[in-house]
C-alpha cells in the first residue's frame, strides 16, 4: 500500500488549504483513514480520521470547527480541508490508514501505512 500526500504549502494566518492523499495497492473502501502532523522538536499528533464509509469523523481538539476530513472511495482519495489557519498549525502532515483491529482513531500506533508528508507552513 502506499499513500502520496499533496497541497501543503506556506500560507498566511487565516488562509485555507486542502490536502489530499492517494492509496494505491490496496483497497481504500476498506481502510479508515487518519490524518497526523509533527512539528519540529513535537510528538506526532492526531489531527482527524475518518471511517470507511466516511460516515463517521473525528478531530483533534487544536482544529475542531476548522479543519474537515472526507474522502473518497471512487477517487481512493481522502481529503483535509484546512481553514481560518493559525501559525501553531505549521507542521508536516501525514495520512495514514489505520489497522482494522480496534483502537483509537487518535492513537498513530493503530495506523500501518504512512504517506511521505506534506509541509504546510502558516506565517503570521
Known amino acids: 500500500v502506499q499513500l502520496q500526500a499533496s497541497g501543503g504549502g506556506l500560507v498566511q494566518a487565516g488562509d485555507s488549504l486542502r490536502l489530499s492523499c492517494v492509496v494505491s495497492?490496496?483497497?481504500?473502501?476498506?481502510?479508515?483513514m487518519g490524518w497526523f502532523r509533527q512539528a519540529p522538536g513535537e510528538e506526532r499528533e492526531f489531527v482527524a480520521a475518518i471511517s470507511r464509509s466516511g460516515g463517521i469523523t473525528y478531530y483533534g481538539d487544536p482544529v475542531k470547527g476548522r479543519f474537515t476530513i472526507s474522502r473518497d472511495n471512487a477517487k481512493n482519495t481522502v481529503h483535509l480541508q484546512m481553514n481560518r489557519l493559525k501559525p501553531e498549525d505549521t507542521a508536516v502532515y501525514y495520512c495514514?490508514?489505520?489497522?482494522?483491529?480496534?483502537?483509537?482513531?487518535?492513537?498513530?500506533?493503530?495506523?500501518?501505512?504512512w504517506g511521505q508528508g506534506t509541509q504546510v507552513t502558516v506565517s503570521s
Open positions: 495497492g490496496g483497497t481504500f473502501s476498506s481502510y479508515a
Open positions: 495514514a490508514t489505520k489497522s482494522p483491529a480496534p483502537g483509537y482513531y487518535s492513537d498513530y500506533a493503530r495506523y500501518t501505512n
